[in-house]
């Protein structure tokens, strides 16, 4: 489906994301705006603005539902219209942040033309978010995810970089943090259990999409608008092991690396079987975002978000 009546749009925008690339915000407002469309821009002040606002805009005014901002921002609005019926507005990305990850796995360029004209002339893709669930004492409510949740290595390097140094350093937070975890790893083993099987691994990562970090490729079969989680295991210990799944995964070369295999089910559950005497929290990180604690429980959500592609 494809829109072309002028209509309104409700864009999110997240200020500190923006703020490198606020010409880019700047460029798509105009562009879309000379098309005859309205276009109210709302800024984010705290965590959870993106997902109110998502959740409770009124349907009837705004044809679609646009945000500014990276990985994590988008996931507060894609679980503010998982709550909704299918009367949501569909959802426009203008794509800020670190990686970006949904936006190169809608193909969506990055020119102020091509976010602007898939906003308005967009083709609807139905996507199927997972939901992560905290199984332990304290449980925080379920999170959904348009594209992975993980645990072990990544989850730690993600809890490890703080907002400070992700917007001073941008992607080199993570790689800075990277080689920390890997100086400081120790063989922790999860279990994996996908659909009733359970497997041991030293890292795992539950995907709906092909793509992680941007533009690398770490699950070939997966697809947003298919109900099925692809289940990422790393099945090697050993910091030379991180570091080796580290530099293939940037070479484009981590589906045929040795020790690393891509499962698919509907029902996951990850845990810890072995902490190797690190006594230390183990998170679960949700779209790049330091989220949950393990053990959780991963599905697939029960409803499906509209976002526009090219």
């Given at each position: 489906m494809?829109?072309?009546?002028?209509?309104?749009?409700?864009?999110?925008?997240?200020?500190?994301?923006?703020?490198?690339?606020?010409?880019?915000?700047?460029?798509?407002?105009?562009?879309v705006?000379?098309?005859?469309?309205?276009?109210?821009?709302?800024?984010t002040?705290?965590?959870?603005?993106?997902?109110?606002?998502?959740?409770?805009?009124?349907?009837?005014?705004?044809?679609?539902?646009a945000?500014?901002?990276?990985?994590?921002?988008?996931?507060?609005?894609?679980?503010?219209?998982?709550?909704?019926?299918?009367?949501?507005?569909p959802?426009?990305?203008v794509?800020?942040?670190?990686?970006?990850?949904?936006?190169?796995?809608?193909?969506?360029?990055?020119?102020?033309?091509?976010?602007?004209?898939?906003?308005?002339?967009?083709?609807?893709?139905?996507?199927?978010?997972?939901?992560?669930?905290?199984?332990?004492?304290?449980?925080?409510?379920?999170?959904?995810?348009?594209?992975?949740?993980?645990?072990?290595?990544?989850?730690?390097?993600?809890?490890?970089?703080?907002?400070?140094?992700?917007?001073?350093?941008?992607?080199?937070?993570?790689?800075?943090?990277?080689?920390?975890?890997?100086?400081r790893?120790?063989?922790?083993r999860?279990?994996?259990?996908?659909?009733?099987?359970?497997?041991?691994?030293?890292?795992?990562?539950?995907?709906?999409?092909?793509?992680?970090?941007?533009?690398?490729?770490?699950?070939?079969?997966?697809?947003?608008?298919?109900?099925?989680?692809?289940?990422?295991?790393f099945?090697?210990?050993?910091?030379?092991?991180?570091?080796?799944?580290?530099?293939?995964?940037?070479?484009?070369?981590?589906?045929?690396?040795?020790?690393?295999?891509?499962?698919?089910?509907?029902r996951?559950?990850?845990?810890?079987?072995?902490?190797?005497?690190?006594?230390?929290?183990?998170?679960?990180?949700?779209?790049?975002?330091?989220?949950?604690?393990?053990?959780?429980?991963?599905?697939?959500?029960?409803?499906?978000?509209?976002?526009?592609?090219?």
């Open positions: 494809t829109f072309a009546q002028a209509g309104s749009v409700l864009l999110i925008l997240n200020p500190i994301a923006g703020r490198r690339r606020r010409g880019l915000v700047d460029a798509v407002v105009g562009r705006r000379a098309e005859g469309w309205t276009v109210d821009v709302v800024e002040a705290a965590e959870g603005d993106a997902c109110c606002l998502a959740e409770t805009c009124d349907a009837s005014r705004y044809r679609v539902i945000v500014a901002g990276g990985d994590g921002t988008i996931n507060e609005v894609v679980n503010g219209l998982s709550r909704r019926s299918a009367t949501a507005p959802l426009a990305i794509p800020l942040g670190t990686a970006n990850v949904l936006a190169h796995e809608l193909g969506l360029g990055f020119s102020p033309q091509s976010v602007a004209r898939t906003m308005t002339a967009g083709r609807e893709l139905l996507m199927w978010p997972g939901e992560a669930n905290e199984c332990g004492a304290g449980c925080r409510p379920p999170r959904c995810f348009s594209l992975m949740a993980g645990a072990g290595f990544d989850a730690k390097v993600v809890a490890g970089v703080t907002a400070p140094l992700k917007h001073r350093w941008g992607r080199g937070a993570y790689v800075w943090r990277s080689l920390v975890e890997a100086w790893y120790r063989p922790v999860y279990a994996v259990e996908v659909d009733g099987k359970t497997q041991e691994a030293a890292s795992v990562i539950v995907t709906r999409a092909r793509h992680y970090a941007g533009p690398y490729v770490v699950a070939p079969e997966a697809a947003l608008e298919k109900p099925l989680l692809h289940v990422c295991l099945e090697r210990w050993g910091w030379i092991h991180a570091l080796r799944f580290g530099a293939a995964l940037l070479k484009g070369a981590l589906p045929r690396t040795p020790g690393y295999r891509v499962l698919a089910g509907h996951v559950r990850i845990s810890v079987t072995d902490d190797a005497g690190e006594r230390r929290r183990q998170p679960v990180q949700i779209d790049g975002d330091d989220a949950l604690t393990l053990p959780v429980s991963i599905g697939l959500a029960p409803r499906g978000v509209r976002v526009l592609r090219p």
